[in-house]
C-alpha cells in the first residue's frame, strides 16, 4: 500500500483511540485541583506503539481539546496528555521496547506535562500552586493508564495480535 493510505488508517485509528478516551473521560478521580484520567494514558502508550509519536501527540492534544468543549476535563489535559503522549511515541520508536515506551508515558506526563501544567494553572486558570504542584496528580493519572497499557500490550503479544495489528496499520 502507499503511504496515503497508510496516513489514513493511522488517522482513524487516532480518531478512534480519543474516542475512546473521550467517551471514558467520566471515568476520572479527582486530585488536587486536576481531575486524573487513566484511560487518557492507556491510549497514549497504545498510539506509540501502534501509531508513533506524531500521530500520539495529535490524539491527545483532540483528545483534550474535546474533553474541555465538553467540560469533561481542564486546561491541565492539553500538557499532560500531549507530553506523555509525544514522549512515549519517541521512545518506542527508538527502542522499540514497551517497558521503556511505558516509562517514557509517566515520565512525560507527571513530570514534563506536570511542570507545563503549572503556568497554565497559575496564568490562565488563576490558581496559586507551587512548581512541583501537578508531578504528583499526573503520576498519579498516568501511573494507572500506563499499567493498563501495559497489561493489555502484554495479552496483545501473547496472542500474536500485537504484530498483526502493528503490520495491518503499518501495511
Not at 485541583?33 to 501502534?50: I, K
Not at 500520539?56 to 492534544?61: D, E, I, R, S
Not at 499526573?138 to 495480535?161: C, D, E, N, Q, Y
Request: glycine share 10%; aromatic share 10%; net charge positive.
Amino acid at each position: 500500500m502507499n503511504q496515503r493510505s497508510i496516513r489514513i488508517k493511522k488517522l482513524a485509528v487516532a480518531g478512534m483511540l480519543a474516542a475512546v478516551a473521550v467517551a471514558c473521560s467520566p471515568l476520572s478521580i479527582p486530585v488536587g485541583a486536576s481531575r486524573c484520567y487513566p484511560v487518557q494514558h492507556l491510549v497514549n502508550v497504545l498510539a506509540a506503539v501502534f501509531l508513533g509519536p506524531w500521530y500520539g501527540f495529535g490524539m491527545a492534544f483532540a483528545t483534550s481539546l474535546v474533553r474541555n468543549l465538553l467540560s469533561t476535563g481542564s486546561l491541565l489535559a492539553f500538557p499532560g496528555s500531549m507530553c506523555g503522549a509525544l514522549l512515549c511515541g519517541l521512545v518506542f520508536a527508538a527502542t522499540k521496547r514497551v517497558w521503556a515506551t511505558c516509562l517514557g508515558e509517566v515520565f512525560g506526563t507527571a513530570v514534563l506535562g506536570g511542570l507545563l501544567a503549572w503556568p497554565i494553572a497559575v496564568q490562565l486558570m488563576g490558581q496559586e500552586a507551587a512548581a512541583v504542584t501537578y508531578m504528583l496528580p499526573f503520576f498519579v493519572s498516568t501511573a494507572g493508564g500506563t499499567i493498563l497499557a501495559a497489561a493489555f500490550l502484554a495479552v496483545l503479544k501473547r496472542s500474536g495480535a500485537f504484530d498483526a495489528m502493528r503490520r495491518m496499520i503499518n501495511a
